[in-house]
């Protein structure tokens, strides 16, 4: 119980002003530092989803999930386990590549259903969606050819379709 | 404002400003007093005021902090919303400190700011502060109102979010522009607010495991927050006790929420508790929580609270389940539905033979009450909980409420006050303010006009709001102030002289105290003094014979602490206690 690990949160919000910094408030105010963070639109304009990633123990993801379902702009907040789940996330990384190397790296790039979306002269740039575990194996494969920059979007994650039969956002059980 | 009068409002349309559209949804939410202090980016509102005919009061502070904490008063002692304005910058983060006080304490509040007007928002304008980015972690919501049209809709939502669930405050900040602007009015109706809900479902399953938890239990306890009082559910708590006979145990903010004077009653539990109630906590075997929140002055070290128990949780806020301790069996929801449930539960599930089985702990629960009371010895000097008592029996039979700052003198006065009803003791809990006293006095009495309203202050919280005594006078507003004087940071003094070697540092405020009686006289108060317990009761009969406006400086011993005490991070039922001799006096209780 007491022991940290990762926790995958998707808050689903209305969109209003003020309601990332409500969210994210509540990590800070209780120490929890924040992995990765995704904000974008759902399928109604007026509902946004912000996807979290933490490490913190379960009993602290517990208080943080109640927390964040007291806020009144979060409609409501669901913990993804990854056994039922589709996580992604996009990368782009800008890679040294020199003419010898590029075949090498545009190869290892297919393993990893990287595209090249330019090039210069000394470098490539490739565009990832994978899992994040993917990428970051990607990135160190790519390491030693020196990396010049790398961005990342931070995760977005879905119940998988088979599992949540059809239903959108299954309800957590906060009543214990 | 009658229910006829009260639809009118509701159903009211028409072009107005959006200043005018605040007074109206005030009206139709039911206000009919605020506090507050009139500013540049709120003067919209405040001409409207004037201009408009209304139903609502509009009290004139001297300081906004005093109109936050007046609202708190008038919410805590009639169950109402209270409402506060004040205008941006300064004027609004001067409303943090009570904003604070109500998130902590779940006091229904509503403040509304004016802000810059939109175009200089960002701007770093004149008093130009992010009052919504500032409360934000304090407040239960918060509104940057968008559109003058938006003005009602945000105002409703205020008002529901502020007084259901979990009462908390809520903040509305509305820029100047928005104030003048005109649009067509209407109240609205519904509330679409898809992301709140204090609706929980029945769960048979939990009450029947909670009424198996207290027919296995043979040291039951019954432990109660402020929770109660703000469900209005004391009458169904009392019904509950009586059917378990459970001793009752009162935090600070529940007191009066069963009465003190009930048989079963163990009163104060935590820091500085009583003996007998952290004792019965500590040996108990099932610990029924209701609407309270395990906060560190209750339970002292946490793992070491109630070792033995098992815990069966009540509240209307699910975040509270499990945060401190790990509840057995929750009970979610609207304790005037879920105690009646539990109650039946129990009455069904063999409960004559649990009464039997639990006679042995009521006899030791007496026990150790009857050995261990509050209690404190006389001495030359002025002793403050004699006072305390003297008011109490003074009163006693008439409506009384009781108020205090932050400090010993609220201790002493949890610990010697008998108060057997609710929203009758309002005191500062979570936040600890110094200062609170004086203007939730004020608002109580304003909400309260019959009843004879007492500030229990000390010298230094005092200090910290008296400026109040201002409004007390312009308002006749007859709150008696009993300051009880001892010329200390009383409480940080008790620390420092137990756990800092008697460094007394930066805690004496002898020689810069001003007189009390000159300064309660300045502002037109009655002033009052006595400083031996033969002037004690006569200044109580005159301060309460004259319903004005008044402040007794009573000159206390400035060397009484407060006892019993569980030193920080100790186990709640290892207080520390002073040697007694043959002279001490009990409790009144």
Redesign the interface.
């Known amino acids: 119980m007491a022991t940290p690990g990762h926790h995958t949160l998707s808050v689903l919000?209305?969109n209003r002003?003020?309601v990332l910094?409500?969210v994210c408030?509540?990590f800070s105010?209780r120490g929890f530092n924040i992995e990765s963070l995704a904000v974008g639109p759902t399928e109604r304009t007026d509902r946004s989803v912000i996807t979290i990633r933490v490490d913190c123990t379960r009993?602290s993801v517990?208080?943080v999930v109640?927390?964040l379902?007291?806020?009144?702009?979060?409609?409501?907040v669901l913990e993804v386990e990854p056994d039922s789940a589709i996580e992604r996330e996009l990368l782009l990384i800008k890679v040294r590549a020199e003419a010898e190397h590029r075949l090498e790296i545009m190869r290892m790039a297919e393993v990893f259903n990287a595209r090249v979306v330019d090039a210069g002269a000394t470098t490539l740039l490739l565009e990832c969606v994978e899992h994040p575990d993917r990428l970051a194996a990607l990135e160190e494969l790519l390491s030693p050819y020196e990396i010049v920059e790398a961005v990342r979007t931070g995760r977005v994650a879905m119940t998988r379709a088979s599992i949540a039969n059809e239903a959108a956002r299954p309800k957590l059980n906060?009543?214990? | 404002m009658s229910e006829s009068a009260l639809d009118k409002a509701r159903k009211r349309t028409g072009r107005m400003t959006g200043a005018e559209a605040i007074i109206r949804s005030l009206e139709a939410e039911d206000v009919t007093i605020c506090w507050g202090i009139p500013g540049g980016a709120i003067l919209p509102l405040y001409d409207a005021f004037m201009r408009c005919d209304h139903t609502i009061q509009h009290v004139l502070v001297r300081h906004e902090q005093g109109a936050g904490h007046m609202a708190q008063g008038y919410a805590r002692a009639t169950g109402k919303v209270g409402v506060c304005i004040a205008t941006s910058g300064p004027g609004a983060t001067n409303l943090v400190t009570p904003i604070a006080d109500a998130f902590l304490d779940s006091t229904p509040l509503v403040a509304i700011t004016g802000q810059v007007p939109t175009h200089l928002i960002g701007t770093d304008a004149f008093q130009e502060a992010d009052i919504?980015?500032i409360v934000?972690?304090i407040v239960?919501?918060?509104f940057?109102v968008?559109t003058v049209e938006d003005i009602p809709r945000a105002l409703h939502e205020a008002f529901h979010?502020a007084s259901t669930g979990r009462p908390g405050p809520v903040l509305v900040d509305v820029p100047k522009d928005l104030q003048q602007a005109e649009f067509d009015f209407s109240y609205p109706e519904a509330i679409e607010?898809?992301?709140?809900s204090t609706e929980?479902p029945d769960?048979p399953a939990s009450i029947a495991a909670a009424a198996t938890l207290i027919a296995q239990s043979k040291r039951p306890v019954i432990y109660v927050g402020g929770g109660v009082i703000n469900a209005e559910a004391s009458e169904d708590l009392i019904l509950f006790a009586e059917t378990l006979q459970a001793p009752v145990t009162t935090t600070l903010l529940a007191k009066g929420a069963f009465p003190d004077s009930h048989p079963l009653s163990v009163q104060m539990p935590g820091m500085h508790g009583s003996k007998y109630a952290n004792w019965t906590i500590h040996r108990s075997d099932l610990l029924i929580t209701i609407g309270a929140r395990f906060d560190d002055r209750v339970t002292g070290k946490l793992d070491a609270f109630a070792p033995g128990a098992k815990v069966i949780h009540f509240d209307i806020?699910?975040?509270e389940?499990?945060?401190n301790r790990r509840?057995d069996v929750?009970l979610?929801g609207d304790l005037k539905r879920t105690l009646p449930a539990l109650r039946e539960a129990v009455v069904e599930t063999r409960n004559a033979e649990r009464l039997a089985d639990q006679r042995d702990w009521l006899t030791d629960v007496q026990g150790w009450r009857k050995e261990n009371p509050f209690r404190y010895m006389k001495g030359e000097k002025l002793k403050p909980q004699y006072i305390i008592e003297q008011f109490d029996r003074a009163l006693k039979g008439k409506d009384a409420i009781w108020v205090t700052g932050v400090g010993q003198h609220q201790m002493w006065a949890a610990q010697f006050l008998s108060i057997d009803g609710p929203r009758r003791w309002l005191t500062s809990g979570g936040l600890g303010t110094m200062g609170f006293g004086a203007p939730a006095a004020i608002g109580a009495q304003q909400g309260c006009p019959d009843a004879y309203v007492v500030n229990f202050d000390g010298d230094g919280c005092f200090q910290m709001t008296s400026q109040e005594l201002a409004t007390a006078i312009c308002y006749d507003v007859p709150v008696i102030h009993a300051v009880m004087n001892n010329g200390w940071l009383g409480m940080v003094r008790q620390w420092q002289e137990l756990f800092h070697d008697e460094r007394f540092s930066e805690t004496n405020l002898f020689g810069t105290i001003p007189d009390f009686v000159k300064l309660a006289e300045a502002y037109g108060c009655l002033g009052l003094r006595a400083e031996t317990e033969a002037e004690v009761d006569a200044v109580i009969e005159q301060a309460i014979a004259e319903r004005r406006p008044t402040v007794i400086d009573f000159r206390i011993d400035h060397d009484e602490k407060v006892y019993p005490m569980v030193p920080a991070g100790a186990a709640s039922h290892e207080m520390i206690d002073q040697v007694w001799d043959n002279e001490w006096v009990e409790e009144g209780v």
């Open positions: 919000v209305e002003p003020g910094s409500r408030g509540l105010r009993h517990e208080q109640k927390q379902d007291k806020l009144i702009d979060v409609i409501d906060i009543l214990g | 919504t980015g934000m972690p239960k919501h918060s940057l968008q979010i607010l898809p992301g709140y929980f769960v806020d699910p975040a389940i499990s945060k509840a929750t979610l």
